[in-house]
């Protein structure tokens, strides 16, 4: 049986944190029993009740856990949380839970079979349904997407929908290579490990966008820029040279 740990990365979220842990155990008890999974809840930098709220919950569930960082980061925190896990099999969504959790078992079961390295969820394949979500952000969206893809010439559209499976082999291998702490840790570690031979599956999903985000688009949109500068001007080079020299 394969091991399985699932984190919840999470930043002042006292009220939404609640829901998503009892939806998520809930549906993890019903739908992934093949799997010796657990849940983490990674806060990284919470001022308000956060991390007391996760601590109840880890009294009130089994199979919970909590990780505590002082520094702000989603990029961070999974990099931490993913690096100490001892899971043969690792992943993450977003607390809002946006993403549609019948998902989940298909994109850990591609990962399992060995059909991929990283299963995404992606918003911007046939198939996939977006409720809710602005004209503005499905273009910075699909600019983004646009601009990676001319950049590097990879297989995958979305690289930050927050629904990620990802295979032992690239935590243990690419995840110490990923500079960024931010929201684009998730675009520089897709592209480090297709580009290295890793392979990326990409699903389509159900996305219901929150109103509550907490993501600054355009600001987000700039620092990612200005990290797909930096693997293209180096940052890839250096990772093709780590990875061989294993």
């Not at 996939?128 to 952000?137: L, W």
């Not at 355009?218 to 820029?225: G, H, P, Q, R, V």
Request: charged fraction near 25%.
């Amino acid at each position: 049986m394969f091991s399985l740990e699932i984190v919840i990365p999470v930043l002042n979220e006292e009220k939404a944190l609640p829901v998503c842990i009892d939806q998520l155990f809930q549906f993890c008890e019903k739908n992934m029993q093949s799997y010796d999974w657990k849940i983490t809840i990674a806060d990284n930098g919470s001022t308000d009740n956060t991390y007391s709220v996760a601590a109840d919950l880890k009294k009130q569930y089994s199979k919970i856990d909590v990780s505590r960082m002082t520094k702000k980061g989603r990029g961070r925190a999974l990099k931490l949380v993913w690096m100490e896990s001892q899971a043969d099999i690792v992943a993450y969504m977003d607390v809002d839970l946006s993403t549609d959790l019948a998902h989940l078992p298909s994109a850990v079961d591609s990962v399992a079979s060995g059909e991929c390295s990283i299963s995404v969820g992606s918003r911007l394949s046939r198939g996939s349904k977006v409720i809710g979500r602005t004209i503005k952000r499905e273009i910075v969206s699909r600019c983004y997407s646009a601009l990676f893809r001319a950049l590097f010439l990879v297989s995958f559209k979305d690289a930050q929908c927050g629904f990620k499976v990802v295979s032992r082999q690239v935590v243990d291998s690419v995840i110490p290579l990923v500079e960024d702490t931010g929201w684009f840790f998730d675009t520089e570690l897709l592209i480090i490990s297709e580009k290295n031979g890793y392979k990326v599956c990409e699903i389509p999903v159900i996305w219901t966008d929150d109103p509550d985000t907490r993501v600054k688009i355009f600001k987000t949109a700039w620092e990612d820029i200005k990290g797909l500068l930096r693997i293209r001007f180096g940052g890839l080079a250096a990772s093709r040279k780590a990875l061989s020299s294993h």
